[in-house]
């Protein structure tokens, strides 16, 4: 079973909509999550990180964490076409502390 | 369809000693890229091929790291001289295509300079 999963795979919203992406993990004893956009040809840019349970925010981007439900979204408000990426989830589990990484969501904003 | 492959899973090397981390993205895949990751720094991006040809390496720390991409089956990153630094986890991705298409990450090289 994969660690780290994603959902959905793909999203598309209007300029202007907030944007929610979810993140559910495999570890609740976890307390290293990041939120990564590949937004470009190299660019693997970090959004949020998030270290314990409650909300994170960064500009326009807010992490929520909640470990008892094995769950971390980002939410993405006022989402812009410049936006339009794929967005990672990053977990750090085990005793080695591996980051573990989603399959990412292709999130699409149209004007 | 065995995703990206990378070997070793583990190295372990001796400080000053040279160590090389293979990568098989997935067939079909013209996108190849190396990261680096650690607890610290979370993922760092090393460089970049496309179609075998190198794209972007300004992640590559100037002296001691190379890559190659000699066929588009595999490419090596190469570590000189290794330092215990450089311990990390090294991610090899591919993607299909184009830039806003999902990364198809390995399970990752764990290298260990003692």
């Known amino acids: 079973q994969q660690k780290v999963q994603q959902s959905p795979e793909s999203l598309t919203v209007s300029e202007g909509a907030m944007a929610s992406l979810n993140c559910t993990f495999s570890?609740?004893?976890?307390?290293?999550f990041r939120w990564y956009r590949q937004h470009s040809a190299k660019g693997l840019e970090v959004l949020v990180s998030?270290?314990?349970?409650g909300e994170k925010e960064e500009g326009r981007f807010t992490a929520h964490l909640n470990r008892a439900n094995l769950h971390v979204s980002l939410h993405i408000r006022e989402p812009q076409p410049s936006d339009s990426a794929v967005y990672l989830c990053?977990?750090?589990?085990?005793?080695?502390?591996?980051?573990?990484f989603g399959d990412g969501t292709q999130l699409v904003v149209k004007p | 369809n065995a995703g990206v492959i990378q070997t070793p899973r583990h190295k372990v090397t001796g400080k000053g000693q040279e160590a090389t981390l293979w990568c098989e993205p997935i067939?079909?895949?013209?996108?190849v890229f190396w990261y680096r990751q650690t607890i610290v720094q979370g993922l760092e991006f090393l460089t970049y091929?496309?179609?075998?040809?190198?794209?972007?390496d300004s992640g590559m720390p100037k002296e001691r790291f190379s890559a190659q991409m000699p066929n588009q089956s595999h490419s090596t990153l190469k570590i000189q001289s290794t330092q215990p630094q450089d311990s990390a986890v090294y991610l090899c991705?591919?993607?299909?295509?184009?830039?806003?298409?999902?990364?198809?990450f390995g399970h990752g090289t764990k290298l260990s300079v003692l």
């Open positions: 091929f496309r179609n075998q040809a190198p794209i972007d």
């Open positions: 570890d609740g004893t976890s307390n290293n």
């Open positions: 991705a591919s993607r299909q295509g184009m830039a806003n298409e999902r990364l198809f």
């Open positions: 998030i270290f314990s349970d």
């Open positions: 990053a977990v750090s589990m085990g005793s080695n502390n591996r980051i573990f």
């Open positions: 067939s079909g895949h013209s996108a």
